[in-house]
């Protein structure tokens, strides 16, 4: 009898312990398949795949995106509501009929400057025409009221009554410290083709072009992301979305993308908007004087900016500033010539308009001239243009 009840012990412990081992291995199945379903980092360390990749990065990893590729899709659309299509018109009225006809002009690009409804564009984009249209990002198209332009800048700001909603001003970046090699972007229209995206980096700084005014714009950006007809008056961009320049111009024979495009710098873009939304023009000082064509002064062999009349009553003439005139024996004889203003040289009548808009009305400065072969320099106060 005791031999019987010692095997039924050995019997129960044994059951139990099968039991006691069932139930454990279950508790640690979980964490067993968790450690197989975690991904190894580099360092050896197991990293849960919940925390190593966000939901973008993984369906992005699924799709075999790098993160070049996933930077610029953000960075696209995350600019592109701030970017519109531009349309423009003329109105004809048929001599016997009477009837009033809108022939389309042309097409560029522009973008939202802010909650008001402020469009900002080139200038030859709205060049001549009678009626101009802008389509936002969500296709609503707007009626566009112009508001001021500069032409000297290629640059013109128009109104839309948008609601408050639909506009998503570009963000505003710098352009003074751009390097050649760094990327940008260029968002535009080209050829009528919406919402267009086209990268490269920054070729060349410190580039001069020539306005529709005739006057050399300076300091423009050179790109070789393609600009094509319809990206004018669009955004270039820098890797964080920010406004750099305003797409303007390409050199090409064939008037498409040829890898050389010029943008207005922001820097430049940034002090022109305000003063046309406020004035409708730009309000550059004006030192009270008429100046010679170049072409004289050239001919002449000289350097600077030649003075043929000083208004009557301007600080010019309180300056004691002489214009060019003539003796009673009918010779010439010349006024002063400009040849420097603040820290500025000036070469000629385009260096001297380019140094004034570094100036308000209302600031001293001093003016180089060069009077009878000698220099001499006089302190005055910049008017306002008339």
């Given at each position: ?29 979980p ?21 190593s ?15 070049e ?30 009837n ?28 001549g ?59 535009g ?15 060349a ?109 301007s600080?010019?003439e ?5 214009p ?63």
């Amino acid at each position: 009898m005791p031999n019987q009840l010692r095997i039924l012990l050995w019997i129960a412990l044994l059951g139990l312990g099968f039991f006691a081992g069932v139930a454990w291995k279950g508790k640690d199945a979980p964490a067993e398949a968790e450690k197989d379903s975690a991904i190894i980092s580099d360092n050896g360390n197991a990293v849960e795949p919940s925390a190593s990749l966000p939901a973008a990065r993984k369906t992005a990893a699924s799709n075999g995106l790098n993160p070049e590729e996933l930077a610029n899709i953000k960075l696209f659309e995350d600019a592109a509501p701030s970017v519109c299509f531009i349309t423009t018109s003329n109105v004809r009225t048929d001599y016997f009929t009477r009837n009033v006809t809108e022939i389309p002009r042309g097409t560029g690009s522009g973008f939202v400057w802010d909650m008001k409804g402020h469009i900002v564009t080139n200038y030859h984009v709205i060049q001549g025409a009678d009626r101009a249209t802008v389509t936002l990002a969500d296709r609503s198209t707007w009626e566009a009221k112009l508001v001021g332009i500069a032409p000297e800048k290629d640059l013109a700001v128009l109104l839309i009554e948008a609601p408050r909603n639909t506009l998503s001003p570009i963000p505003i970046g710098v352009s003074e410290d751009l390097r050649v090699g760094q990327s940008v972007y260029a968002i535009g229209n080209p050829f009528g083709l919406d919402q267009t995206l086209t990268t490269g980096i920054v070729s060349a700084l410190g580039r001069e072009i020539e306005s529709v005014a005739g006057i050399p714009i300076r300091d423009v950006i050179q790109t070789d992301a393609a600009i094509n007809p319809g990206n004018s008056g669009g955004p270039l961009l820098d890797s964080s979305g920010r406004l750099i320049g305003v797409n303007t111009a390409i050199f090409s024979p064939s008037g498409a993308s040829a890898g050389i495009g010029f943008s207005i710098p922001v820097d430049v873009v940034r002090w022109v908007v305000p003063e046309l939304i406020e004035y409708g023009k730009l309000t550059r000082p004006s030192l009270g004087v008429e100046l010679a064509r170049q072409q004289i002064v050239t001919r002449l062999g000289l350097e600077g900016a030649l003075v043929i009349y000083v208004e009557e009553g301007s600080t010019a003439e309180r300056a004691g500033i002489r214009p060019t005139t003539r003796d009673r024996y009918g010779s010439i004889r010349l006024g002063d010539i400009i040849i420097g203003l603040g820290k500025e040289q000036i070469k000629s009548n385009n260096d001297l308009l380019l140094a004034l808009e570094k100036h308000k009305p209302g600031e001293l400065v001093s003016v180089r001239l060069l009077r009878d072969n000698k220099e001499i320099e006089v302190n005055l106060e910049l008017e306002q243009t008339k």
